[in-house]
């Protein structure tokens, strides 16, 4: 365990932690004793679905994750703490958020009353404390940045920061579920429900299953894996799922939420025919319910639009329950934007530990500057999925 009292010289911001009596940053390797404090502070604090001790351990335990936890303490009680992985990226060593790609809405397990509170000089002592536990880091990278949890601030977000490249889109669930029609060309929507329906019926009805065993989870995720596999070939792009460690990692985090009363992630499937055509993999945060994941299969029931047809019954039901928003998150999609009121914006971070954190760092920052180029360009986005696809049809 490391005290940060103040950063590292080379390379890093300076730390004015001595100036704040009894507050101390520390940070050491994920030992049951450091996830267990983690997860004490997670059980009433503030944290994204990524930073749930669920996902973290799920994580760490199906990838074997050279992990770090950095806890911040006011007069010896934890305030706020941050699971990372250390990663080699190339000729780099990075820290960053469990999960990598799939870690999206980033917000740390903070303390409710002393996100208020919170101060640059505290999280730059957090940065600090990675930097003196481990000299081999190069850059601290916090990716894609919720920027409020229940409109309480993220403080990571002290920190500088850029916008990330890609906007999350969200339904604001104000009113209920006929209010959510009302703005969103609703009786329009619910006639294509209607005869979709009408539709499955004709092959023997449509059942939409929420998984409450490991073999339903097992079965959904079997079918989401394959789903996703041929998108993504057809799409020309790497599948982010096809791994055996995330797949792994998935089917532990789903399987073992299951254990909770009120799991903090879920599948849902639309079975027609004894076989899943669609399946969505959610989380719950704060006011939000969150898509984390979905896709539907490309087969002869694909022109009846199974993905619309249980988001339909995704959404309905997270007005039921009280939420406020239905976040799709990470994505620009056209079946997002048909339900889709609200955008969010998520934020990057980036702290060079090092010289060579800092090189990373500026090439990191042009990249996201181009791909942000290219996004915000409608015919200059659809030339390069279109180009992608292409030369994966070559292969």
């Not at 073992?256 to 669609?278: D, I, Q």
């Not at 339909?312 to 048909?338: L, T």
């Amino acid at each position: 365990m490391v005290d940060a009292i103040a950063l590292r010289d080379a390379g890093g911001p300076k730390d004015r932690l001595a100036d704040i009596a009894g507050t101390i940053a520390t940070a050491g390797p994920a030992s049951n004793d450091e996830l267990a404090t983690y997860a004490e502070l997670a059980r009433q604090a503030a944290h994204g679905p990524a930073q749930d001790p669920a996902w973290v351990a799920a994580w760490i335990g199906a990838t074997g994750a050279d992990a770090l936890v950095v806890t911040l303490r006011v007069s010896g009680t934890p305030v706020l703490a941050l699971a990372l992985e250390i990663r080699r990226e190339g000729a780099f060593r990075t820290a960053r958020f469990i999960g990598g790609k799939h870690a999206n809405g980033n917000f740390p397990v903070a303390d409710r009353p002393w996100l208020d509170m919170a101060g640059t000089a505290e999280i730059e002592a957090v940065v600090g404390a990675i930097a003196r536990a481990r000299p081999d880091i190069d850059l601290v990278a916090f990716d894609r940045l919720s920027a409020d949890f229940d409109g309480l601030p993220n403080p990571l977000l002290r920190l500088p920061s850029t916008p990330s490249p890609n906007v999350a889109l969200a339904v604001d669930l104000t009113g209920g579920f006929d209010a959510v029609l009302g703005r969103t060309s609703g009786k329009k929507k619910a006639k294509r429900h209607r005869s979709q329906e009408r539709k499955y019926e004709d092959v023997g009805g449509a059942r939409r299953v929420v998984a409450r065993s490991q073999t339903e989870t097992d079965a959904m995720l079997d079918a989401f894996f394959t789903m996703k596999a041929q998108r993504f070939r057809a799409m020309g792009i790497t599948d982010v799922f096809g791994s055996a460690e995330v797949q792994a990692f998935f089917r532990r985090l789903f399987a073992e939420a299951l254990g909770s009363s009120r799991p903090p992630f879920l599948l849902h499937g639309l079975e027609v025919g004894g076989k899943y055509r669609a399946v969505t993999g959610s989380s719950r945060a704060g006011n939000r319910f969150i898509c984390e994941f979905g896709a539907i299969a490309d087969d002869d029931l694909g022109h009846i639009s199974p993905g619309e047809y249980l988001f339909f019954d995704n959404i309905a039901e997270a007005c039921e329950q009280g939420f406020s928003i239905y976040d799709f998150s990470v994505g620009d999609e056209p079946y997002k934007r048909q339900w889709c009121d609200v955008e969010l914006r998520h934020h990057d971070v980036l702290m060079p530990l090092t010289a060579k954190g800092k090189a990373l760092a500026l090439s990191l920052r042009a990249a996201t500057r181009a791909k942000a180029l290219v996004k915000n360009s409608p015919g200059l986005w659809q030339f390069v999925k279109r180009a992608r696809a292409g030369l994966r049809g070559r292969d």
